[in-house]
């Protein structure tokens, strides 16, 4: 199926230390989710975002909704033991027809793991 | 607790057999989603119901798999004869129509980790 281009695949940092990942799509997408995953669980929705440019945060996090509505990125800043897990980016595809069909298209993971 | 619950959390089941798996959305969320994530992948969509119509079904979904929502509340699927490339974690996700008439933000629930052997 389609996914998203997601990168870095890894990330190994300090605890303390600032994150950067970011997301690409070839399709235009009018949302952006981005949701953390731990072992065994399913995703949790840290952020949404709904406007091309829009810059949200959430905490120690911000995501950015790129220009073009093919990317967007997440910050994590002053990273903290538990921020490891598995971050993935979402674009929501909608197709209009005789109803609205929404499903969400995600990128292949970040893997982060911090170290104290 | 009001978030997306999934029954059961586990099943190890042998090839050929048949399991169902239930969702049960956050209350008044008349959209549910399921969507199969593999070992290293992110997930991806499997179908999708507004109440109890299921709207689409992705190519993924063959025809040993069925999914209901009888009275639009919670939701089973179903794997028939499983096979060995069936294990996966199976995700379900609610969400409501917001103020400006869209859906945007999807809540999924814990998963049903399956192991076909």
């Known amino acids: 199926g389609q996914q998203l281009n997601q990168s870095p695949q890894s990330m190994f940092i300090q605890e303390g230390e600032d994150v950067s990942m970011n997301c690409t799509s070839s399709?235009?997408?009018?949302?952006w989710l981005w949701y953390k995953q731990d072992p065994g669980e399913g995703p949790v929705l840290l952020i949404a975002l709904y406007k091309a440019g829009e810059l949200t945060s959430n905490g120690r996090l911000t995501a950015q909704f790129g220009i073009t509505r093919k990317d967007s990125f997440l910050n994590i800043s002053a990273s903290i033991p538990s921020d490891v897990g598995i971050y993935f980016c979402a674009g929501l595809y909608r197709s209009e027809g005789s109803y609205n069909t929404d499903k969400l298209i995600f990128g292949t993971g970040t893997r982060l793991q911090v170290f104290p | 607790d009001t978030g997306v619950s999934q029954d059961p959390r586990h099943k190890i089941t042998k090839r050929g057999q048949n399991v169902t798996f239930r969702c049960d959305p956050i209350?008044?969320?008349?959209?549910l989603y399921w969507y199969r994530q593999t070992l290293g992948q992110g997930p991806e969509f499997l179908t999708y119901?507004?109440?109890?119509?299921?709207?689409?079904k992705s190519r993924l979904l063959s025809d040993r798999f069925s999914a209901e929502r009888p009275k639009g509340s919670f939701s089973t699927l179903e794997i028939q004869r499983t096979e060995q490339g069936d294990s996966a974690m199976y995700l379900c996700?609610?969400?409501?129509?917001?103020?400006?008439?869209?859906?945007?933000?999807?809540?999924f629930g814990p998963g049903t980790r399956l192991t076909v052997l």
């Open positions: 399709s235009i997408f009018n949302t």
């Open positions: 996700a609610s969400s409501s129509r917001e103020s400006r008439g869209v859906y945007n933000e999807q809540f």
């Open positions: 119901f507004q109440n109890e119509a299921q709207l689409e």
């Open positions: 209350s008044e969320h008349n959209r």
